[in-house]
């Protein structure tokens, strides 16, 4: 299984400010998919944003981008203009564009948003 | 609106008591998975299916079993639940190939509690 490492396991912000969640990965291949995923308190998780490892260009989602940094195996999301709905645990994925269907997730980070 | 529906969103169990998890989609994906979460821990994917294929992760107890009747259901099988299995039970889907693909869907989550 591929290793997801989250490091930071709660952050903060301020309402309207920016955040910004680490995750690092470990992986010998050069095709993959990189995610973000949301989990709120009703504990469904829902998709952020999506990176190809073979586009360059960073995803963005309205507030939601990523800087993604393959050499270094590194892939952050920053949150711009927090907002109290962003607050949830936040968990980063990787999956395989080679082999097989698996999806695997780093430990999290839960975020607070201060009013 | 399609989408991914666990039951029961709570189960209590006794201590070795089998007890069986369900999971129905109406995407029409052909890849299911069942995920283990602990709390402040990763999910940890126990199994996935795509189509009848089933994918067993090396490190999923034998305890642990799943069936795929067709393809809106997914069920789990905890055939000897221990005190270490507490957990949330996550079910997802993906659709693999086309639009769409190698993106997870989500149940909100079975919390299986034991006794």
């Known amino acids: 299984a591929q290793t997801v490492t989250q490091s930071q396991p709660e952050m903060s912000v301020q309402e309207a400010e920016t955040v910004t969640l680490s995750c690092t990965y470990d992986t010998s291949e050069s095709d993959y998919y990189l995610f973000w995923y949301k989990q709120p308190p009703s504990r469904q998780m829902i998709l952020v944003i999506r990176?190809?490892?073979?586009?360059?260009q960073n995803a963005t989602e309205n507030r939601f981008s990523v800087n993604f940094q393959k050499a270094a195996k590194s892939f952050s999301l920053k949150i711009s203009d927090s907002q109290l709905g962003d607050a949830a645990m936040y968990f980063c994925?990787?999956?395989?564009?080679?082999?097989?269907?698996?999806?695997?997730f780093g430990t999290g980070t839960s975020l607070t948003v201060i009013p | 609106d399609a989408m991914v529906i666990q039951n029961p969103r709570y189960q209590v169990t006794q201590f070795g008591k089998p007890v069986t998890l369900s999971c129905s989609q109406t995407l029409n994906h052909n890849v299911m998975y069942w995920y283990q979460q602990k709390s402040s821990q990763a999910p940890k994917l126990l199994f996935h299916y795509y189509d009848k294929d089933f994918n067993n992760e090396a490190d999923t107890p034998d305890n642990f079993q799943s069936r795929r009747p067709n393809t809106s259901f997914c069920f789990l099988d905890i055939r000897s639940p221990g005190l270490g299995d507490a957990a949330m039970y996550l079910c997802?889907?993906?659709?693999?190939?086309?639009?769409?693909?190698?993106?997870?869907?989500f149940g909100a989550g079975s919390r299986l509690t034991v006794l």
């Open positions: 997802a889907t993906s659709r693999a190939g086309g639009s769409g693909a190698n993106v997870l869907t």
């Open positions: 990176q190809e490892a073979y586009k360059q």
């Open positions: 994925a990787y999956r395989s564009a080679d082999t097989g269907n698996q999806f695997y």
